[in-house]
């Protein structure tokens, strides 16, 4: 469930004004330490801390349609931040859409969902903001296009597509389902990116959790509404709480793109019991479906399948049981665009909970190879997603799609620092040196107990651990060409995920 640019800038572009009184008594513990709660559902972490830079500091600059936008300092610095925002200033922020002296705040702030959270809950959000350390941080400039960095023009938009109200429970839903209701629509804004948007990024209200593209950073957001072919309709109740929770809902999908950000910054830390009224929700949500009238087609892309992906996912994409995720009925594959698929083609995925990673093909395939597969995974064994990948968009993608696994980026970082810790040691760090082609498998052997040892880590992260810790070295490796360099990197991974995996027989 992916966040799309409007709705990865979680305050906005707040601006500070003139100064206003802070509240005269400060709030208890368990206000502050429910608000931070609530500012993960809201994700208001991933938006508002840049890569390297202070909690909640802003800096972080997103792509949008209409140009550059930073987010903004929303620590309780006084003169960067909000540290002289009163209750109102805050909650008008977030119910309203404006600014403290009333100018209108664009929709890359979802307060068009923020606007059905309840004042009590805004005000907890505000008390653990306030309970952060003051950063100095200015906030960086944006950079729109005219006319959108025009505010007045913004009213407009307002009157079409803004609806302020606060949440009210629907009496023919159950209590879970109300809950549910509140986090996807409101605090969470699911809908941001999961609802189609028209030319002037209105949410198409008719077609809710549809799925749409996520304008500017070229991913789709599935359909997540109760459609049984499209959407989530299929998944049980624990398939959504495993996905959100974890990002893998084993027989279904495995997170990529801004969902994978979303889970790791936000979903993760949420309750069972508001995961599980996520999903209740959602599986009574209307049924939504772009493509009703599609039929299967064949496509292009099978050899090109056979030869790079079916070793894995298997010629009829059933994947391998707990190992490598099934492409038949997987909601990334049955998105409305094949961006995702395009993406992950590309450039791969790392190791996740029990699967294994994925190699990235963008430097083996061309561009149209790439949208040939997409276009055959999508309307193969059932599938049934249209076949609009083209190679303009799968080049294009590329230049953005920028992987380790795929040679096309830089190393990752070492992830725990437990594990980076027993990676460094005198003993691992030598046996990494020695890797290569031919005792590969050998020195890998000797290395893992080493290391698992030491620093006990999850299954996936010592596979990307591990491998994080040898790309550095295999690209240093000068007495190789740099597509060999890729390859031993991969097929790295590949050993490491077969020499620390246990797939439960049966498991999906």
């Known amino acids: 469930m992916h966040r799309a640019w409007f709705c990865q800038l979680v305050a906005g572009l707040l601006l500070v004004a003139a100064p206003a009184a802070m509240a005269a008594d400060a709030p208890s513990p368990d206000i502050v330490k429910r608000g931070e709660y609530l500012a993960r559902a809201g994700d208001c972490f991933s ?20 140009g550059t936008i930073s987010s903004p300092n929303i620590t309780p610095d006084p003169d960067t931040g909000i540290g002289k925002w009163s209750d109102d200033d805050f909650y008008k922020v977030m119910h309203q859409g ?58 407009a938009w307002r ?39 028209n030319a002037l990024s209105g949410s198409k209200s008719g077609e809710a959790l549809g799925g749409g593209e996520i304008t500017g950073q070229g991913w789709f957001a599935p359909n997540i509404s109760s459609d049984v072919r499209e959407g989530i309709g299929a998944w049980s109740q624990q ?20 969902m994978a950000e979303v889970v790791h910054t936000s979903l993760q830390y949420l309750s069972d019991d508001d995961l599980n009224a996520i999903a209740a929700y959602l599986k009574v949500s209307p049924a939504q479906s772009l493509f009703p009238d599609r039929h ?42 094949p961006q995702d698929v395009i993406r992950t083609i590309l450039g791969g995925l790392q190791a996740h909970e029990q699967y294994g990673p994925m190699p990235g093909l963008g430097t083996a395939l061309s561009s149209q190879q790439v ?25 294009d993608l590329g230049k953005t799609t920028k992987t380790m696994l795929s040679g096309t980026g830089d190393c990752t970082k070492i992830e725990p620092d437990s594990l980076a810790t027993a990676v460094a040691a005198p003993g691992v760090a030598a046996l990494l040196h020695q890797v290569d082609a031919g005792n590969m498998q050998q020195k890998i052997a000797a290395i893992l107990p080493m290391v698992e040892t030491g620093a006990k880590p999850a299954q996936a ?7 994080a810790a040898y790309c550095p070295i295999v690209k240093a490796n000068t007495t190789i060409k740099p597509e060999q360099q890729v390859e031993w990197l991969q097929r790295f991974a590949t050993l490491v995920y077969s020499g620390v995996a246990t797939a439960t027989p049966g498991q999906d």
Request: net charge neutral; glycine share 12%; charged share 15%.
């Open 371 to 395: 949208a040939d597969i997409a276009n055959y995974v999508r309307t193969s064994w059932g599938n049934t997603a249209p076949t609009t990948a083209t190679a303009a968009m799968a080049d």
């Open 98 to 155: 404006l600014g403290r002296d009333g100018t209108y705040l664009y929709p890359v702030m979802p307060f068009d969902h923020y606007t059905l959270v309840t004042r009590d809950d805004a005000m907890a959000i505000k008390a653990f903001l306030f309970s952060l350390p003051p950063v100095h941080a200015p906030r960086p400039p944006s950079h729109l296009e005219f006319p959108f960095n025009v505010r007045t023009s913004l009213a």
């Open 461 to 467: 992260d010592l596979v990307n651990g591990l491998t």
């Open 239 to 258: 398939d959504l709480v495993d996905y959100l929770k974890k990002g893998v809902a084993p027989g279904k999908a495995v997170v990529a793109g801004p």
């Open 47 to 66: 938006c508002h801390t840049n890569a390297g830079g202070a909690t909640m500091a802003g800096g972080r600059q997103v792509e949008t349609p209409y």
């Open 296 to 337: 299967l087609v064949s496509a292009p892309g099978a050899t090109d399948y056979l030869n790079n992906c079916a070793f894995c996912h298997q010629p009829d994409g059933k994947g391998i049981s707990g190992a490598v995720p099934p492409l038949v009925g997987n909601g990334v594959v049955m998105a409305g665009g």
């Open 159 to 197: 009157t079409l597509f803004f609806h302020e109200g606060t949440f009210k429970p629907d009496p023919a839903r159950s209590d879970a389902q109300n809950r549910g209701a509140y986090l996807v629509e409101g605090l969470g804004h699911c809908g941001a990116c999961h609802t189609p948007r």
